[in-house]
């Protein structure tokens, strides 16, 4: 249906699909349009270059521009999956090993809000727990903006810390782990159904960055859900704590919301491995496993499932993971 057509809006939802569609579409478009005037302006550039009008550096950047204006065309397109288009709830859980590994959590947090904020996502803190001496415990931030859910799926794993540590006296090397857990962010045209009788609400004091007075009201809740996968039968309790606000209906409603992403996820998940039946000659991933190694006093980051690395251990630790991400969505993103 036209957009324009009389009556388009007359059901809000079904506009509202169809108003996503056609911003979806217009991407690809504008994305083509901007790759074609890039690849037009390098030749011309290149002709010019031949007649002494136009230097070879600045043919060089032409072509550079070009090229990542292509890549990133590409990149894109490994993204097309129906989930792929979603915002993003990033969930970060320290390791054993105390004060060390809560601090390394704080560190992937500072990370990837930092990258949030180099390409234009918004993120919003729905849960936060601080260690017992630094660091946290866990934090969960729900990202919103362009394929927040396609570019940082690759993420999800375990991320391996090894630095002399500040909080070891004797200046040994350590060991921390932190897991990271990536799940689409589903919006109202997302279908899932939540079994009312499956619920269950905790209130509790909310700790953490809030202020004097968080802690004087019991806004932070805690949502239990009795899951029963559909496909296996297996029951399993999900755990959901939030304390975005200090208004406890929001933080339901946020809860709720997030309870929904992580079903949606399972639904993806269980799509995910059928399809990878049929196409079993497509190399395994591996969602809980160390997947990246950072390693402080080497100077070295590296992913073990690309084998990309970078020397540039501060620009990661503030946010500079783009090769990383595009490294895998190149690899593993169909």
């Known amino acids: 249906m036209h957009t324009q057509a009389p ?32 690849t037009d302006e390098l030749q011309l550039a290149f002709d010019f270059c031949k007649e002494g009008v136009v230097s070879e550096e600045e043919v060089d950047a032409a072509y550079a521009h070009a090229i990542d204006l292509i890549e990133s065309l590409e990149m894109k397109n490994m993204l097309s999956s129906e989930e792929d288009n979603l915002g993003a709830v990033l969930k970060i859980v ?14 992937l947090l500072r990370m990837y809000t930092r990258y949030c904020e180099r390409v234009g996502y918004k993120w919003t803190m729905s849960n936060y727990q601080e260690g017992d001496e630094a660091g946290i415990k866990t934090a969960t931030i729900q990202i919103e903006g362009d394929m927040a859910y396609g570019y940082m799926k690759s993420e999800n794993g375990v991320h391996r810390l090894v630095r002399v540590s500040p909080y070891n006296a004797q200046g040994k090397r350590m060991t921390s782990f932190a897991s990271v857990f990536v799940v689409p962010l589903v919006d109202d045209t997302i279908e899932v159904k939540v079994d009312p009788a499956a619920l269950s609400w905790e209130t509790f004091r909310s700790g953490g960055a809030g202020g004097q007075n968080v802690n004087k009201v ?31 209906p929001k933080n339901r409603e946020n809860a709720l919301r997030l309870l929904r992403s ?7 998940k269980h799509r995910m491995a059928e399809q990878a039946k049929v196409e079993a000659g497509k ?6 496993s160390q997947i990246r190694s950072y390693v402080f006093d080497d100077r070295r980051v590296k992913d073990h499932r690309t084998n990309y690395q970078t020397s540039d251990v501060q620009g990661v630790m503030d946010g500079d993971i783009e090769a990383f991400i595009k490294a895998y969505l190149m690899e593993f993103g169909r």
């Open 262 to 268: 992580q079903l949606y996820d399972r639904e993806v």
């Open 218 to 248: 019991e806004s932070g809740v805690r949502l239990r859900y009795q899951y029963k996968d559909p496909y296996t039968g297996e029951e399993e309790e999900i755990i959901i704590e939030n304390t975005e606000t200090r208004d406890q």
């Open 94 to 107: 320290s390791g054993a090993g105390g004060t060390e590994s809560q601090d390394w959590a704080s560190m």
């Open 7 to 38: 009556g388009f809006w007359d059901d809000a939802k079904a506009a509202e699909i169809q108003m996503k569609k056609v911003k979806d579409l217009k991407k690809w478009v504008e994305g083509y349009q901007t790759v074609k005037q890039a």
């Open 283 to 288: 190399k395994k991933i591996e969602w809980g």
